[in-house]
C-alpha cells in the first residue's frame, strides 16, 4: 500500500540537503547500552516525529544533538557543524514549559532572544507578535502562576519560535495537557511550523500526534535503542490535525506504525533472550 511505504533516511533525505545527520551513533551508561548503532539523515525542512517505548534513548538522541550529553561512538553534524552547547541554529522545547516564575509572559517569551543578545526594542515587538498568535494576547502582563498550564505551554511555544533558529528540537512539550488542548497546540504548531519550514526533530509516545504532525516518523525499538522503521507520510500540506482523525489515509498510516512499534518491541525481546 502506497500510503504506508517505509523510506529509508538515505532516500529521505535526498530531495534536498541534510541539515541533520547521524551515523553510527552509540550511547553507553556505563554498562547500559541506551542507543545502539543509530544512523539517520534529516532533511532541511523537514518534521520529523521519533516515537518509541520508554527507555529507547528518544530524548539522549535531543540531548546529543544540543551538546547537552558528549558524543563518544558515532558522529553527528547539524548545519555541517558538530553539535555544540548554546548553538543559536538550534531551538529546544522541553516536556515542561520551564517558565521562569519571576518573568511575566512577555518576559518568559523574550528571554531566550535576550540571552543571545536580541536588541530590547527589537525581541519585545516579536515576543508581543508570537504571543498574540499563541492565543496570549492580553496576557503579556501575567505571572506564570495566573496561567494554566495549556497557556504555559503556549507561552514557552512563542519562546520557542522567537528564536531566529533554523533546528526545533522538540521533547513531547504536549504530553501533559488534556485532549482539546493538546489538539489545539498541535494546529498551532503546524500553523506556526507553515510559516517558515524550519526542520523539526519531534519526540512523543502518540503515535497520532506523530502521524498529524510528520513528515516521517521514525520509530525506534525497545533499550538498547535502534531503528527499526522510518515511515514517510505522505498526507497533503496544510493539514489541521482535528480534520484527519476520520481520513482513511491518517489510520492507515497510524495502523501501520503500530505495527512496526509493535515489531520493534519483538525484535527487542528476541535479542534479550
Known amino acids: 500500500m502506497s500510503a504506508v511505504a517505509p523510506v529509508t533516511p538515505a532516500a529521505a533525505s535526498s530531495a534536498g540537503n541534510a541539515a541533520i545527520s547521524i551515523e553510527r551513533l552509540t550511547v553507553r551508561f556505563g554498562e547500559v547500552v541506551a542507543v545502539d548503532d543509530v544512523s539517520l539523515s534529516i532533511g532541511e525542512g523537514e518534521f520529523v516525529s521519533i516515537v518509541g517505548p520508554s527507555g529507547c534513548g528518544k530524548t539522549t538522541v535531543l540531548n546529543l544533538l544540543t551538546g547537552l550529553v558528549p558524543l563518544a561512538e558515532g558522529r553527528i553534524t547539524m548545519l555541517g557543524k558538530a553539535p555544540a552547547v548554546g548553538n543559536p541554529d538550534v531551538a529546544y522545547m522541553l516536556a515542561r514549559d520551564c517558565l521562569l516564575p519571576w518573568r511575566t509572559a512577555l518576559g518568559n517569551a523574550c528571554y531566550g532572544m535576550e540571552v543571545r543578545g536580541v536588541d530590547e526594542r527589537a525581541r519585545e515587538a516579536r515576543a508581543r ?61 503546524l500553523e506556526l511550523w507553515n510559516a517558515r519550514r524550519r526542520t523539526v526533530v519531534f519526540i512523543t509516545h502518540d503515535l497520532a500526534e506523530a502521524v498529524a504532525l510528520s513528515d516521517r516518523v521514525v520509530v525506534m525499538s525497545a533499550r538498547p535503542g535502534r531503528i527499526v522503521a522510518d515511515v514517510r507520510i505522505p498526507l497533503e500540506r496544510p493539514r489541521h490535525v482535528r480534520s484527519l482523525q476520520k481520513d482513511r489515509h491518517f489510520l492507515e498510516l497510524y495502523a501501520h506504525v503500530w505495527e512496526e512499534l509493535e515489531r520493534g518491541l519483538g525484535a527487542s525481546a528476541e535479542a534479550i533472550t
Not at 495566573?146 to 503556549?154: A, E, I, K, P, T
Request: net charge negative; glycine share 6%; hydrophobic share 45%.
Open 129 to 189: 507578535e508570537l504571543l498574540a498568535r499563541v492565543g496570549l494576547k492580553g496576557f503579556e502582563d501575567k505571572w506564570p502562576k495566573q496561567l494554566s498550564h495549556g497557556m504555559r505551554q503556549r507561552c514557552a511555544l512563542a519562546r520557542t519560535f522567537c528564536l531566529d533558529a533554523p533546528v526545533l528540537l522538540m521533547d513531547e512539550p504536549f504530553g501533559a495537557l488534556d485532549a482539546q488542548t493538546k489538539l489545539q497546540l498541535e494546529d498551532l504548531l
